[in-house]
């Protein structure tokens, strides 16, 4: 069982930036497939972002060109820079290994 667990949310104006850490247990950390998902209040979970092992990225149309993932297989971290930030980005947001293993989540506000 990977242990994940999610850091560096918090409350950001419009058009602020956050970045959103991810540390996943693990002796074979850069074989893991690893994602972002957010989910709000009253909606389904989506996807925001995924990185494979080889580093190629996936991103939800909603977030392209202002989020970015990447992956620092020396710290067993995966990270989500979120820049233009909008309100409709307000969400919990969600790591995941191998999109088996899930961690708490951290909550991202975006409020002026």
């Known amino acids: 069982q990977v242990h994940v667990v999610e850091s560096g949310g918090g409350l950001v104006q419009p058009g602020g930036s956050l970045r959103l850490s991810c540390a996943a247990s693990?002796?074979?950390?850069?074989?893991?497939?690893m994602g972002w998902y957010r989910q709000a209040p009253r909606k389904q979970r989506e996807l925001v972002a995924i990185i494979r092992s080889g580093g190629t990225t996936t991103y939800a149309d909603s977030v392209k060109g202002r989020f970015t993932i990447s992956r620092d297989n020396a710290k067993n971290t995966v990270y989500l820079q979120m820049d233009s930030l909008k309100h409709e980005d307000t969400a919990l947001y969600l790591c995941t290994a191998n999109f088996a293993s899930w961690g708490p989540g951290t909550q991202v506000t975006v409020s002026s």
């Open positions: 693990g002796s074979i950390f850069k074989t893991y497939t």
